[in-house]
């Protein structure tokens, strides 16, 4: 369906828990409340719920968290997505911790990709940022996932720490080595969290890759639902995506909503959640009368998100990556 803006909206995102096995800094508070098991919806609610965005043109749908392979049954429920009348495209987003045990089973249900989260390939640096040791089980997972001809991409947050040395060990591991495109996203204010800004931005990196005698040309092509643009390093045979989430100006072209584990209905990643389909459900309201308030607030999507003005209220792990 289009939006009030003319936006074309036909992908969502389904968040399946607010937990998680990783602590990454810029993700979760230090004194995280989690939701209870009633609190969530059930896979038999965000089918249902799913089934109504298809009835609204919805055709694509991304699989995130918290960590959604920290849910038991995550994977048949991807799979009764994927065979939901209409829907053209499931892929999942992961921190690829549990991921390497799934893969031929995500393999037999023709999952269409799998994002990988990874911030750095420093094992002291991975501890640091997500509290966990498992950067190996994570790498095993990628070359699993790309052994099984799975679509995969990288996911790396720019950290303000971050310099080029952290860079060339994922342009030559993935994007080099294996056909693996590598996305840098821009680190977004949610909750309390004050954001330092990062040396490195899309331009400074462009600059960098081109002052090391490498060109980085930009492509036309898009790689996903999302607004990385993309440039093809001298060298790689995977692009190169940077998604300048803060001071990007793509809200004009943004053809999502979101679904929280809790219910709500998220049109914007910033604004405020709407209307909580799961109470909707739970009180016994008609598909109808609940189609009708979803294509209500999908119309009505804010034409513009605020991060680099002031930070989102909910925290990124609450509302689904
Ligand atoms: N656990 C899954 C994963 O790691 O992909 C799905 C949820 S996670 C919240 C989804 C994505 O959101 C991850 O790539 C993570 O790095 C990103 N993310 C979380 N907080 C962010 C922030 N403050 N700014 C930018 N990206 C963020």
């Given at each position: 369906m289009e939006d009030q803006f003319q936006r074309k909206i036909e992908y969502a995102r389904i968040s399946v828990t607010d937990r998680c096995n990783l602590r990454c800094r810029y993700c979760r508070p230090d004194h995280q409340e989690i939701l209870e098991h009633k609190d969530i919806l059930t896979y038999e609610e965000l089918l249902q719920i799913c089934e109504m965005f298809c009835r609204l043109g919805i055709r694509r749908f991304k699989v995130t968290g918290g960590e959604p392979l920290v849910r038991h049954g995550c994977l048949s429920f991807m799979r009764s997505l994927k065979q939901l009348t209409g829907v053209k495209q499931v892929t999942l987003t992961t921190n690829g911790t549990l991921l390497r045990p799934e893969i031929s089973k995500l393999k037999e249900i023709k999952i269409d990709g799998i994002n990988i989260s990874l911030d750095t390939l420093n094992p002291e640096k991975y501890q640091k940022i997500?509290?966990?040791?498992?950067?190996?089980?994570?790498?095993?997972?990628?070359?699993?996932?790309?052994?099984?001809?799975?679509?995969?991409?990288?996911?790396?947050?720019?950290?303000?720490?971050?310099?080029?040395?952290?860079?060339?060990?994922?342009?030559?591991?993935?994007?080099?080595?294996?056909?693996?495109?590598?996305?840098?996203?821009?680190?977004?204010?949610?909750?309390?969290?004050?954001?330092?800004?990062?040396?490195?931005?899309?331009?400074?990196?462009?600059?960098?890759?081109?002052?090391?005698?490498?060109?980085?040309?930009?492509?036309?092509?898009?790689?996903?639902?999302?607004?990385?643009?993309?440039?093809?390093?001298?060298?790689?045979?995977?692009?190169?995506?940077?998604?300048?989430?803060?001071?990007?100006?793509?809200?004009?072209?943004?053809?999502?909503?979101?679904?929280?584990?809790?219910?709500?209905?998220?049109?914007?990643?910033?604004?405020?959640?709407?209307?909580?389909?799961?109470?909707?459900?739970?009180?016994?309201?008609?598909?109808?009368?609940?189609?009708?308030?979803?294509?209500?607030?999908?119309?009505?999507?804010?034409?513009?998100?605020?991060?680099?003005?002031?930070?989102?209220?909910?925290?990124?792990?609450?509302?689904?990556?």
């Open positions: 997500t509290g966990s040791y498992q950067l190996e089980e994570v790498l095993t997972s990628i070359d699993a996932a790309w052994e099984a001809e799975i679509p995969v991409k990288i996911n790396k947050v720019l950290l303000p720490e971050d310099t080029m040395e952290d860079l060339w060990p994922f342009v030559e591991r993935f994007m080099e080595k294996r056909k693996i495109p590598v996305r840098l996203i821009e680190q977004m204010p949610f909750g309390n969290q004050k954001v330092e800004s990062a040396v490195l931005t899309g331009e400074t990196i462009l600059k960098a890759i081109r002052q090391s005698g490498r060109s980085a040309a930009k492509l036309d092509t898009a790689f996903g639902n999302g607004p990385a643009s993309y440039y093809r390093i001298q060298g790689a045979v995977a692009p190169l995506g940077l998604i300048e989430a803060v001071h990007g100006n793509f809200c004009a072209e943004c053809n999502r909503i979101r679904l929280t584990s809790a219910g709500w209905l998220k049109p914007c990643l910033y604004s405020p959640p709407t209307i909580s389909l799961r109470d909707l459900l739970r009180s016994g309201r008609s598909e109808e009368e609940i189609l009708q308030k979803i294509h209500k607030e999908i119309f009505e999507k804010p034409v513009s998100h605020h991060f680099g003005e002031k930070p989102s209220a909910e925290e990124m792990y609450r509302i689904g990556g």
